[in-house]
């Protein structure tokens, strides 16, 4: 059942257009990432749903019902700030219920909700401190409780985690996941980074210039990127996009105007395959990362643990047919195309 839908949205700053012609829909109970580059549109169209923002044109829809002319406070959507917005002079526990407190509900009515939300988010023992004497994890989950507390069917996240260490942020993915299955409330994240995007989120909306490039699961958007800019954008390293003559040194032949992505983590050592000359090596415990010039061009190689290969050193390199992603050469669009690969070329490692 969708619960949020977003259709033809657009958005002008003057004579910028910011989101363009956006088109959108989750369903209920899914956790949905809007990822991008800074200024992509992500955070400006999670604006626009939560009512900070007035759209140009276009409808957003909630359970069926528009509510894009709606202010903010009547569409019963919850938002996190990435600032996370605490008052430093109000406890935790006033911190949480403040949004129940302006809309008039009762103490008792806020109590019973503070007691259901606060255990859920590990504050039951801070309810009486203020935001000063909290970890930015803590200030975190005080922010989270605010939005949850509401009971609203969809909360927004505007890049929440971005303010917190690396560890911390690896933890709060966790809590946060775990949290909204209990709950089974629609999540819509917004963030820059893509572990975070692929590691928590049920669907991806990877934004470009306003534009939604792709949406849809992170293994989708890994295995069968459809356009250069998903390829470039999803993987660590990402994925090398080649121009089609540099295969010829192995005698593949493609025919028509195309670019061919290669993950590094899909090529591996063969006895004979495509030359090149190993640029740079980078050890990051688990594996390595070569730069590898092939042809004059840069292809990054990811090798398990640390090979004893030095810079200089000559390597043939191999790959599985099914590893080869083709993209148009002038649109970056993805392709299906036969490739004519030279079966010496799908050997085994070596």
């Known amino acids: 059942m969708s619960i949020l839908t977003i259709r033809g949205l657009n958005k002008f700053w003057g004579d910028t257009h910011v989101v363009r012609d956006l088109e959108l829909e989750t369903r209920e109970g899914e956790f949905i990432a809007l990822l991008g580059p800074s200024g992509c549109g992500k955070s400006t169209t999670l604006r626009?749903?939560?009512?900070?923002?007035?759209?140009?044109?276009?409808?957003?829809?909630?359970?069926?019902?528009?509510?894009?002319?709606?202010?903010?406070?009547?569409?019963?959507?919850?938002?996190?700030?990435?600032?996370?917005?605490?008052?430093?002079?109000?406890?935790?526990?006033?911190?949480?219920?403040?949004?129940?407190?302006?809309r008039g509900e009762s103490r008792k009515s806020q109590s019973e909700k503070l007691a259901r939300v606060a255990p859920l988010l590990g504050l039951k023992d801070l309810l009486d401190r203020r935001p000063s004497?909290?970890?930015?994890?803590?200030?975190?989950?005080v922010a989270l409780g605010r939005a949850l507390i509401a009971s609203a069917p969809v909360c927004l996240l505007d890049e929440p985690l971005s303010n917190l260490d690396a560890s911390l942020r690896a933890e709060m993915r966790n809590e946060i996941?775990?949290?909204?299955?209990?709950?089974?409330?629609?999540?819509?994240?917004?963030?820059?980074?893509?572990?975070?995007?692929?590691?928590?989120?049920?669907?991806?909306?990877?934004?470009?210039?306003?534009?939604?490039?792709?949406?849809?699961?992170?293994?989708?958007?890994?295995?069968?990127?459809?356009?250069?800019?998903?390829?470039?954008f999803i993987g660590a390293p990402p994925m090398n996009i080649l121009d089609v003559d540099v295969f010829k040194a192995c005698g593949l032949t493609i025919d028509g105007k195309f670019k061919v992505g290669l993950r590094p983590e899909e090529i591996f050592l063969v006895e004979r395959g495509l030359p090149g000359r190993v640029t740079h090596a980078e050890y990051f415990g688990a594996d390595s990362v070569l730069s590898v010039d092939v042809e004059g061009v840069q292809c990054a190689v990811r090798l398990q643990g640390r090979p004893a290969i030095e810079p200089g050193a000559t390597l043939q390199l191999g790959w599985n047919a099914d590893a080869l992603h083709l993209f148009d050469a002038e649109t970056g669009l993805r392709q299906e195309a036969a490739v004519a690969q030279p079966e010496w070329v799908q050997l085994q490692p070596a």
Do not use: C, W
């Open 133 to 141: 004497q909290l970890s930015g994890g803590q200030q975190q989950r």
């Open 48 to 102: 626009l749903i939560a009512g900070l923002e007035d759209a140009s044109s276009g409808e957003i829809l909630l359970d069926g019902k528009p509510i894009t002319d709606l202010p903010s406070a009547k569409r019963g959507i919850s938002m996190v700030f990435q600032s996370y917005a605490l008052f430093p002079h109000l406890t935790v526990a006033d911190n949480i219920t403040f949004g129940l407190s302006v």
């Open 177 to 232: 996941r775990s949290l909204q299955r209990r709950l089974g409330i629609t999540m819509i994240f917004v963030t820059h980074d893509q572990t975070e995007a692929m590691s928590m989120a049920d669907r991806v909306a990877l934004l470009r210039n306003g534009r939604i490039e792709q949406f849809d699961t992170p293994e989708v958007l890994y295995s069968r990127p459809a356009s250069t800019f998903v390829a470039k």
